[in-house]
């Protein structure tokens, strides 16, 4: 090559080579298409879906709202303002103009039962058995008004069920202990002479079986009634679960979580729920992972991985620790805590207060509380679950799924957290430990869940789901329903509390109904319950986003639409932070997408 003159050859080259950059790097600037079309198909990778022309409430920590997003693979790619974010499409995006609807994250929800709402719609949405009464509004049990009432409707399954096969019902939380308590077992053998039968609660356990039922297991398991009694407990009732939980067909199984699946999508825009599962319903949940067709993430707890009756400290030594073992799509959680109590809309909350009365008024005449004036305990600090909560906390699990309702529950499990933390044997650098429902709570208590790391998580449902605001005004007066679940004490405590539905029947699964009780604190009657504790729009959004994903370990993929997370997110046909208060709940829900997977969408709109 020539020089120029005054140059070496040396720098002749790289002035040529700086020049001949320059003007590639200024055509590139010019014509960009061109430079594409140019470059091989394979390093080209433009975002599938563009949603542009809304209100995109990205649920970030300063609540930023934006107006576009653009989603490839199954990440966000971008957020932002429409005319940035249009000009990333490609000859084969899909662009949805919003026409200013609402998108908001994909809901998390940090308790829920779908794989149990899978089982019990097997049992009891049935086309072959008309129920004589009501099923609950909590879905899929039936809310039993006597013995007798009981007996009428196993008598109305039996008719369609062939002799020798289980025959299954399931009773609301309310009622199903108030029901068999007077029930002898020879009444339920003489209405069930030739098929077993199981009486199941509404959380998944046995309560009742006949003769036929109880001959499957030995004598001596703890917890076989005795004499002429209906009712079982301990190691009994759990194998009549199992028996159960076995005796639904997997393809039956599959199917119904396929339906479920749906459901959530299209009517509440749930994208990820913690949950408890058993092994007959993880198994249905395995083949659905395997092929690529789940549709709802899990966040699921392990206690039922544990045999029951184990020494807790040599099980968990024995085990080794698997939070947060898993995918995207399915993961452990960590343990489930159990709980301390039962509801406190059947008198069963432990409270540190007794309670005003023993029976259910005029709500469910004739039904007496089962449970003592405290509760399902006395004043004592006596748990049965204590030990196991524990070890799986000193030996460093995440605590998911628990349940406590009332003050002295909640007091309990607070204690059972801080022994556990003074004496731990492995370090997990993610631990979350979680409270559930949290219907009652000492105020005194609050500041210990800030203490300990412990993260609340809040279910409307138990206030305000009716007919529960008037059973407990029934149970524990007025005065005391307006100091229940104080959600705005939390987080100005510096706490951020998650939200939960924990049942099936809708609108109260869903989670702009808990949203809107959130923030109205009203309920049926539009009576308002301690109004000091209503929260922002924001923070109640944030409850089911945002914070959510932070108690089941995803603040980093989840609840938040930001460029590399998850493209997890719902679609609203209306203003979230306009719409009147009460009629956040009635927001139409559009599209669902997870994954950057359309979940659902509502026909002929976009």
């Not at 609660?201 to 004499?227: C, I, R």
């Not at 959510?548 to 609840?559: M, N, P």
């Amino acid at each position: 090559m020539k020089s120029f003159p005054g140059t070496s050859t040396v720098q002749t080259k790289s002035l040529f080579i700086h020049t001949v950059l320059v003007l590639v790097l200024a055509w590139f600037s010019a014509a960009p298409g061109k430079a594409q079309q140019n470059l091989p198909p394979e390093l080209i990778s433009y975002p599938q879906l563009i949603l542009y022309n809304g209100k995109v409430l990205t649920a970030d920590d300063r609540f930023t709202i934006a107006e576009a997003v653009a989603i490839r693979d199954d990440k966000f790619l971008a957020v932002g303002t429409t005319d940035r974010i249009l000009k990333m499409a490609g000859p084969r995006t899909r662009q949805v103009d919003l026409k200013r609807k609402s998108v908001v994250p994909g809901f998390i929800d940090t308790h829920q039962h779908l794989p149990n709402f899978v089982t019990r719609g097997y049992y009891m949405e049935r086309k072959d058995v008309q129920w004589d009464g009501e099923i609950s509004p909590a879905g899929q049990t039936l809310i039993l008004e006597s013995p007798e009432h009981l007996l009428h409707n196993i008598k109305k399954i039996i008719e369609v069920t062939p002799p020798g096969k289980l025959v299954v019902l399931y009773g609301s939380s309310d009622t199903v202990s108030a029901a068999t308590s007077d029930l002898r077992r020879s009444q339920l053998d003489a209405v069930s002479p030739n098929h077993p039968v199981a009486i199941m609660a509404a959380s998944g356990s046995a309560d009742a079986a006949n003769t036929l039922e109880l001959m499957k297991f030995p004598k001596n398991f703890s917890g076989y009634p005795q004499d002429d009694d209906v009712a079982v407990s301990g190691r009994v009732a759990e194998m009549i679960l199992l028996d159960v939980l076995w005796n639904i067909p997997q393809e039956e199984l599959i199917t119904k979580f396929k339906e479920k699946m749906l459901e959530y999508s299209a009517n509440s825009g749930l994208t990820t729920i913690a949950s408890r599962i058993y092994p007959n319903e993880l198994s249905a949940l395995r083949e659905l992972w395997a092929k690529g067709e789940l549709t709802v993430r899990f966040r699921l707890n392990a206690n039922t991985f544990v045999p029951p009756g184990e020494n807790p400290e040599m099980a968990y030594k024995r085990m080794g620790n698997i939070t947060d073992f898993g995918d995207d799509w399915v993961r452990i959680s960590g343990m489930g805590g159990g709980a301390t109590d039962s509801s406190g809309q059947s008198g069963g909350a432990w409270t540190s207060f007794r309670r005003l009365r023993d029976d259910f008024g005029s709500i469910y005449p004739g039904l007496k509380v089962p449970y003592g004036s405290y509760g399902t305990r006395g004043l004592e600090d006596r748990w049965a679950g204590k030990e196991n909560v524990v070890q799986m906390v000193r030996y460093g699990w995440s605590i998911a799924n628990t349940h406590t309702v009332g003050d002295r529950g909640t007091t309990v499990y607070l204690d059972t957290y801080e022994e556990a933390l003074k004496d731990p044997v492995f370090r997990n650098s993610n631990q979350r430990l979680t409270l559930d429902h949290l219907l009652m709570v000492r105020p005194e208590d609050i500041p210990r869940f800030k203490r300990l790391g412990v993260y609340p998580s809040i279910a409307p449902w138990f206030l305000f789901m009716p007919p529960n605001t008037d059973i407990l005004v029934h149970l524990y007066g007025e005065e005391r329903v307006d100091t229940m679940m104080p959600v705005k004490s939390y987080i100005l405590a510096g706490i951020k509390p998650g939200a939960e539905a924990d049942v099936d029947g809708r609108p109260y699964r869903d989670p702009l109904w808990t949203i809107e009780k959130l923030v109205t604190r009203k309920d049926e009657k539009g009576r308002v319950w301690n109004a000091k504790e209503k929260v922002t729009r924001e923070e109640a959004l944030w409850m089911y986003t945002n914070w959510s994903a932070y108690q089941r370990g995803d603040e980093k993929t989840l609840g938040i639409i930001e460029p590399g997370r998850l493209a997890d997110l719902v679609v609203l046909d209306g203003d979230y932070m306009t719409v009147p208060e009460d009629d956040i709940s009635d927001l139409p829900l559009v599209m669902t997408i997870v994954g950057g997977k359309i979940a659902y969408e509502k026909p002929g709109l976009f």
